[in-house]
């Protein structure tokens, strides 16, 4: 699929826009694992993903990470392309968590369109309100939800994206992405495991009890 059908509004834009975007454009691949953008020392522009799955997240003085949010295909990331945006204070880190196909669009061109086309600047001002809606909510869960109902979601909400009751993934990982210590998520799963809801085994977690972790998550 070309990159013209990755934007809603690509109809919307001019023909020298289009030709702008398509031009300058430049598709990559990186493997799991890759740093693609780390606050302010780097700024690639904006990634438009066409297959893969990147993690967008903050680290805290201590090392600590919470993810903010994850993109899939048909995303766009517009954080990668921080240092054209004055108004960000702080600073987002984000990597590849499986191999990952992307075009990337440079700052100057994401720049030009956005002074220039009313449509695009629109639209990726959508994509920005989206992505601080995602970060506010995070907020409100680790304000006002407890810790058990914090992971029972994200178990879920990774059963889903991985389309398997058995999820392949580290305590130290988990605790990664709920901004938490390692023993907490460990002890936490031990609990759930003794309430039926999961079977833990050497590198995997299987829910066997998806109602009862459903539950706890709406609780």
């Known amino acids: 699929m070309a990159l013209s059908e990755y934007f809603p509004i690509y109809d919307k834009l001019t023909k020298q826009e289009q030709e702008l975007l398509c031009n300058h454009a430049t598709k990559r691949t990186v493997p799991a694992g890759t740093l693609l953008h780390n606050g302010d020392a780097t700024c690639m522009g904006i990634l438009v993903i066409r297959e893969g799955q990147l993690r967008a997240f903050l680290t805290s003085d201590e090392g600590r990470e919470i993810t903010l949010y994850r993109l899939f295909a048909r995303d766009i990331c517009l954080f990668s392309a921080s240092c054209v945006m004055n108004s960000i204070q702080f600073e987002i880190t ?5 191999e990952t196909e992307f075009w ?13 086309s009313l449509a695009f600047s629109n639209y990726t001002n959508q994509i920005m309100a989206t992505r601080f809606t995602d970060i506010m909510w995070l907020m409100e869960q680790i304000q006002w939800k407890s810790f058990d109902k914090r992971l029972a979601h994200f178990l879920l909400e990774e059963c889903a994206i991985e389309g398997t009751s058995v999820l392949k993934i580290t305590h130290e990982k988990i605790a990664a992405h709920l901004g938490s ?39």
């Open 104 to 116: 990337i669009i440079p700052p100057y061109i994401y720049k030009n369109l956005t002074d220039n």
């Open 94 to 98: 984000i990597t590849a968590e499986k």
């Open 181 to 219: 210590a390692r023993e907490v998520v460990t002890r936490m799963l031990k609990y759930f495991q003794a309430e039926g809801m999961v079977q833990l085994t050497r590198g995997a977690i299987e829910i066997v009890n998806e109602e009862k972790l459903e539950q706890l998550a709406d609780a």
